[in-house]
């Protein structure tokens, strides 16, 4: 069975260090970009499973990087940085990432979130019942991982595409916000709210007509969500 690759983008050289090491002692096979030109460069050539990329760097820097990558690729993205507010969260996950960790981060959260990202892809079309699903001008290929809106691909990350699985595939049910967390992110999530409300906006983003009167997702006030399917 063929290692997963990861690509490390970091300018800080003992980061880098540490991270290659400590990925490779779990099983992973590492490239590493020392900023934002070399990480599109090795993007293209490696085409690795998964990205750790740091924010603060020369040149482009991490959130040009993931915003460019995103114009084109639902390669999952793990955003580090030093800043640890609330916004520079947001601001990670709404331009596509996956995931963020603030630095100082130990080597057990690193493996743990890598894990918990990477088993998300792997799962992607498994446990599905139907082939497709259609709502409306929504159309989901399950097998093929293909969105459509109006036979128009919808690009989704690979944690949009399971989300929208896990909400259509219970359509009419309501799904609380440990639920959802759980199924998609994982039990390491099960206090990250804020990731579901900002999966939900960009999901709402690409599938609805208007996002701010959603029509397919419903927000349930203070218990979860709802994917409500057209006749």
């Given at each position: 069975m063929n290692k997963r690759k990861i690509l490390v983008v970091d300018d800080e050289p003992n980061i880098v260090r540490y991270l290659r090491m400590v990925l490779k002692d779990?099983?992973?096979?590492?490239?590493?970009?020392?900023?934002?030109?070399?990480?599109?460069?090795?993007?293209?050539?490696?085409?690795?499973?998964?990205?750790?990329?740091?924010i603060i760097m020369p040149g482009l820097d991490g959130f040009e990087v993931c915003h460019r990558i995103r114009q084109w690729s639902p390669v999952p993205i793990i955003m580090v940085s030093a800043k640890a507010k609330e916004e520079d969260?947001?601001?990670?996950?709404?331009?596509?990432?996956?995931?963020?960790i603030t630095k100082p981060f130990g080597t057990a959260e690193l493996v743990s979130r890598v894990k918990a990202v990477l088993r998300r892809v792997q799962n992607l079309g498994e446990a599905v019942t139907p082939a497709t699903f259609t709502s409306g001008d929504l159309t989901i290929n399950f097998a093929q991982r293909l969105v459509t809106i109006k036979e128009k691909p919808v690009n989704l990350t690979s944690t949009e595409f399971n989300l929208l699985q896990e909400l259509t595939c219970n359509a009419g049910k309501v799904l609380t916000h440990p639920h959802l967390l759980n199924k998609v992110w994982g039990p390491e999530y099960?206090?990250?709210?804020?990731?579901?409300?900002?999966?939900?906006?960009?999901?709402?983003?690409?599938?609805?007509?208007?996002?701010?009167?959603?029509?397919?997702?419903?927000?349930?006030?203070?218990?979860?969500?709802?994917?409500?399917?057209?006749?």
């Open positions: 779990n099983g992973y096979d590492i490239v590493t970009a020392t900023d934002g030109a070399d990480a599109m460069e090795k993007l293209e050539k490696e085409m690795p499973d998964l990205i750790i990329l740091d969260k947001t601001r990670c996950l709404d331009m596509g990432a996956d995931d963020y099960h206090d990250e709210k804020q990731y579901l409300h900002v999966f939900i906006g960009r999901l709402r983003l690409k599938i609805e007509k208007d996002p701010a009167n959603p029509e397919f997702i419903v927000t349930i006030p203070g218990v979860g969500y709802k994917f409500t399917s057209e006749k």
